[in-house]
């Protein structure tokens, strides 16, 4: 379902189970996680290992919500893949300590911190895809799809995502 259209990114909002394979190249994504999904349960952090994102590997994300209304997280990985593509490696940091406390500095938009709000708040599957705005040479466009992980299966405590760009 459309949450958002705006600055030419798409911002969506799916249920917990929803079919992996509505989600195109990021279907094996979405089984990883969903083989852990449990009646009335957010998968549990403590369920994955490394090992199982084979595959992803260079392209993955895992923030640690720190204050979730402000939807600050601190970034336990950060994808080397992604940090080539974004030409920053943001593994133990937030955004914040990278760009400052200003909201336009922290490299998301009011639209993207109101999406990871969303997400916590309503636990869902939420994808965003767009225009790169940044310079860089190879890639146009980019896909992020961000599935919740919990400490105890019933709150948001993580975001694990998966990147592509095209």
């Known amino acids: 379902m459309i949450w958002c259209e705006e600055q030419d990114w798409l911002y969506e909002v799916f249920d ?11 279907a094996d994504f979405v089984r990883i996680w ?17 090992e199982d994102f084979r595959g992803w590997w260079g392209w993955i994300t895992m923030g640690e919500l720190l204050d979730p209304e402000g939807g600050t997280m601190r970034y336990r990985l950060w994808g080397s893949h992604i940090a080539e593509l974004t030409r920053l490696e943001m593994t133990g940091k937030t955004m914040q300590q990278q760009y400052g406390e200003r909201i336009d500095a922290t490299n998301y ?5 109101a999406f990871i709000q969303r997400l916590v708040r309503e636990p869902a599957i939420g994808r965003q895809s767009g225009p790169v705005d940044w310079d860089i040479p190879d890639y146009q466009r980019m896909s ?23």
């Open 16 to 26: 917990l189970t929803t079919d992996p394979g509505e989600f195109g190249a990021h």
């Open 34 to 50: 969903a083989a852990k999904l449990a009646p009335g349960k957010l998968p549990l952090k403590s369920e994955f290992g490394f």
């Open 109 to 113: 938009n009011e639209f993207d911190l």
């Open 144 to 166: 992020t799809l961000r599935l919740p992980l919990s400490r105890d299966g019933s709150r948001v405590d993580y975001l694990v995502s998966a990147v592509i760009a095209t």
